[in-house]
């Protein structure tokens, strides 16, 4: 269908030029906004965290969306941009409206993970649920629509990020939430069946 794959307009397909300039201000724009919340969590005396997500207090669900945008300082937010750039950016090349639909996906079933099963007391926030998110989508999207080169993506992305991602599932890393990490990569894996593409259903799988 035309328009359906990158762009925001339905009346013509972008060029690969288009959809990755797009995708590239998109992320640009994304991680800055995690820049200037943080500049400004730090000058109102932390005061955006309480955006993050205590677990099973009925108040928190509120702050499910907004706790993947809250960091605990600016070792946390740095940590999380390289990532969230790279990955964001190589999911967003293949649809803005998809990328976007599976963000938010991710982002409220990661969300309402970490509210159900962390432990009590704790407070969590940061885009690493996303980022996992992200990384899961990539790794089998590939696959699930038969497409060689997203084989190759999620090839090229398990390579370079796979040791740091099982190593952020690890339940004895103190001060990391492994639930998040882990709902957050399930919800991305389960995006590329919801989202995957209509063309490669109506093509019967073919290479």
């Given at each position: 269908m035309p328009g359906t794959s990158g762009s925001w307009d339905t009346g013509r397909e972008w060029s690969r030029g288009e959809r990755a300039l797009t995708a590239a201000k998109l992320m640009l724009g994304w991680v800055a906004l995690l820049w200037l919340l943080e500049v400004a969590d730090a000058l109102s005396g932390h005061a955006l965290d309480r955006f993050g997500i205590m677990?099973?207090?009925?108040?928190?669900?509120?702050?499910?969306?907004?706790?993947?945008?809250?960091?605990?300082?600016?070792?946390?937010?740095?940590?999380?941009?390289?990532?969230?750039?790279?990955?964001?950016?190589?999911?967003?090349?293949?649809?803005?409206?998809?990328?976007?639909?599976?963000?938010?996906?991710?982002?409220?079933?990661?969300?309402?993970?970490?509210?159900?099963?962390?432990?009590?007391?704790?407070?969590?926030?940061?885009?690493?649920?996303?980022?996992f998110g992200l990384f899961g989508f990539l790794l089998v999207t590939g696959f699930v629509e038969r497409?060689?080169?997203?084989?190759?993506?999620?090839?090229?992305?398990?390579?370079?990020?796979g040791s740091a991602i099982l190593a952020g599932l690890a339940p004895t890393q103190s001060g990391v939430s492994w639930q998040g990490h882990l709902v957050g990569l399930v919800a991305g894996v389960a995006a590329a069946f919801v989202f995957r593409r209509r063309a490669a259903l109506r093509a019967g799988g073919a290479l």
């Open positions: 677990p099973r207090e009925p108040s928190e669900l509120v702050d499910v969306v907004p706790a993947s945008f809250t960091h605990f300082g600016f070792a946390h937010v740095a940590a999380n941009s390289v990532p969230l750039l790279v990955l964001g950016f190589l999911a967003a090349l293949g649809g803005i409206r998809r990328f976007l639909a599976v963000c938010a996906l991710v982002i409220v079933a990661d969300g309402i993970g970490v509210w159900l099963i962390s432990p009590s007391g704790t407070n969590t926030a940061g885009a690493s649920g996303l980022i497409r060689p080169l997203g084989v190759l993506v999620g090839l090229l992305v398990g390579a370079i990020w």
